[in-house]
């Protein structure tokens, strides 16, 4: 039975520092099973956030060896054999106590964005969606909404514009209202000036770390990116599509 | 001594406890009546169980299969239930489901669609037409997500990582409830009008599961506290297809989907064993060779379904056999082979976070090899009893919904059948707490139920030393999962509920150290009475029950009994404290109902039976 050291920051608000935990480790353990290991045996309070430990509910997010990733999805053997594991709270978000911070912004931009506004259903009582019109509004309902990009968002990482731009989870979550087709919002004006599409500078960072393989970048940013740009930019062509009849430009 | 006065203070209408599908849906109705309403979540909001949940919602819309209806739906989860569902949930929920489901769309889910562009739906365990909405195999972030996304801008209040401790009463009413909030370990006091339970199952009382952290029966032993009556507890379901490799993921779900989607079962010997496993009351509508399976997955309709679409009870046991008879796989469990049944492009497709999570956790390609499966404990059939139609415990004014409330399913759940429950009672326990809202005044908190849940709480870290609470709860989960696990004997069971009982005493030892502030020590502590409290509801409703029947299986008393049939199994505190258990005849149910429900699907169809059903 192999052993595994990890490095864990242990503190609060107030500052805290790394402390050293070494446990053993059996077949197909993750990071989250190792930290799971040190509360059991050596420091039963120490604070980790977690639900279903497979991927899906975006709860055990977390930086490991300075890579902002799912506590339950990074499996051991992954690093070398003896390599010290280092685990750090998300840098992005203020701290709470040791690997978990306060998240509760994001929640708060969701309150930003426009609800649904929905087209009325077809005479007999049902809605008709075409898959292949629904195909890119599902990779980004995918989502797990684990903020592991909003945390490497430089906007918000490096230059704190928090309050001017709601990140990548929230740029999905606008592409997806918007590609909708069952939504009828011009969301357009709101694109540019509340919620910031004009920050992102397309580093593609967020991409990188999404563990749904979302192409944040490519199929929601831009897109919108372009969206506003047609209109604001370009209104003869906003002009000409609007009357006749492409679907919010 | 707490100063009650000086405890944050939180008041609302309806207070709904749990932020799954049924309490968000709950809230949003609650709110949608103009009533101010609160939502606690244990964990950050949309990351409840329901997130979980792959396969997809049952609901008859007929859209996939013409012939289905409200009426087949009842019977089909009637007859999974083995009869012991209270009748009338399970009619409501087969007529109201359809609209629910509509409902959600509106709120922007978006299911996956047939050619037509309607609802795709998928065939499922037990559901006789392909019935479940779905999207891919991850429908439950989908409903989560449109629950949570639809509630953002209906005034909810939402209060995240906070746990009630306990539901605080005023005489027979319950008035609030009393929380901590896991960043800073304060209490909250909650006053409310009505509240809503909707706080889950209990599968952390297992070793082996598909439950996170937060099912410890909260829900169930609260409301025992504070008075209610639990029922049906003795039937947990075991899932067939649990993870069994790496150690580390054992137990985490496998959805029914593969199989739904043509996936087949088989032993070491690479024989397709469920064959051999089909009960008498399933075998006119399941088919008994490959030829014949296989043709009604190629859509031939009057070909009948594979026997590894059988309710969930019987194909876990099958596993089970196969394994304790040296047939099963390398690691102790079976295979589930949908490589050589579909092309890798379409498993990717209509099973991606399936793909993606043996990929990530076991390096296995489903597209190339087989996956290795076992059991795993799922899901509570038994819970809080509710009134059918307001979903009221029988505590006035505490409501109860989703997988925390008996009733709907019996002795076992059909797959499928629990995202729709979610929508169709959460949305009347929302409806029905907001009437009983509407006729109540906040009650009086008594200053004293709450001192002592203080004093409780506290207690785990003020004491100077005692014992590891993890150490305690894995010790309960060793004591379930070796005598109340998927077969069942009675001499087991009475041992269980000795272990249990010295195990009990070791709760207020438990010590956890440093402060209440997100310390998973504490909260483990907190949790332990509540797993206890609905351990022991299950092992003795177990011990009572003598026959075998759905998910609850008596070596000793082997097969349905008909007599047993007559009754659910209630238990509720006693005022000496102690637990008290009774079996109750069920009341004879509606006719029209009784037709259907027993009607062979010949007569259902051609309208013999059930045609003047509304």
Redesign the interface.
Known sequence: MAQRTFKVWRG?ANGGEFKEYTVET?????VL?GLHRI??EHA????????????????CSMEINGKPKLGC?A?LNTFEPGETITVQPLKAFPI???L?T???WN?EQ??RIA??K?KP?DAD???????ED?DR??EF?????CFLCQDVCHVLRDHKKHDQFVGPRFMI?LAQ?DM?P?DTEDRIPAARKELGTGWCNITRCCTEVCPEHIQITDNAIIPMKERVVDRFYDPIAWFIGKVFGSKKS | MVDVSELQTIEHDVLVIGAGGAGLRAAIESSGRGKNTGLVCKSLLGKAHTVMAEGGMAAALGFTDERDNWKVHFRDTMRGGKFLNQWRMAELHAKEAPERVRELEDWGAVFDRTKTGLIHQRNFGGHRYPRLAHTGDRTGLELIRTLQDAGVHRGINVHMECTVLDLLKDGDRVIGALGYWRETGRFVLFKAKSVVLASGGVGKAWRVTSNSWEYTGDGLAMAYLAGAELMDCEFTQFHPTGMVWPPSVRGTLVTEGVRGDGGILKNKEGKRFMFGYIPERFAPETADSEEEANRWLKGDKSARRPPELLTRDVVARAITREVKEGRGSEHGGVYLDIASRLPAEDIKRKLPSMYHQFKELAEVDITKEPMEVGPTLHYHMGGIKVDHDTQMTTVPGLFAAGECAAGLHGANRLGGNSLSDLIVFGKRAGEYASEYADNNDAGKVNDEQVQACIRRATGFLNRESGENPFVLQENLQAIMNEHVGIVRTGEELTQGLEKLAEWSKQIDTAKAHSTAQYNAGWHTALDLRNLHISSEAITRGALMREESRGAHTRVDFEGEREEWGKYNIFVWRGNDGEMKIEKRERPEPDKLLKEIGYSNIEDLESGKVGANAE
């Open positions: 609060d059996q077949p197909g353990m993750v099973d509360q059991a039963s309070d120490l604070a980790v956030r977690w639900n279903c430990k497979a991927g899906k509910c975006g709860s999805m499996r709470i106590r040791d978990v306060d998240v509760s929640f969701n309150k609800p649904l929905t259903r009582g049902n809605h008709r969606m075409m898959q629904v509004v599902q309902r995918k989502c797990i909404e979550r209202l909708h069952l």
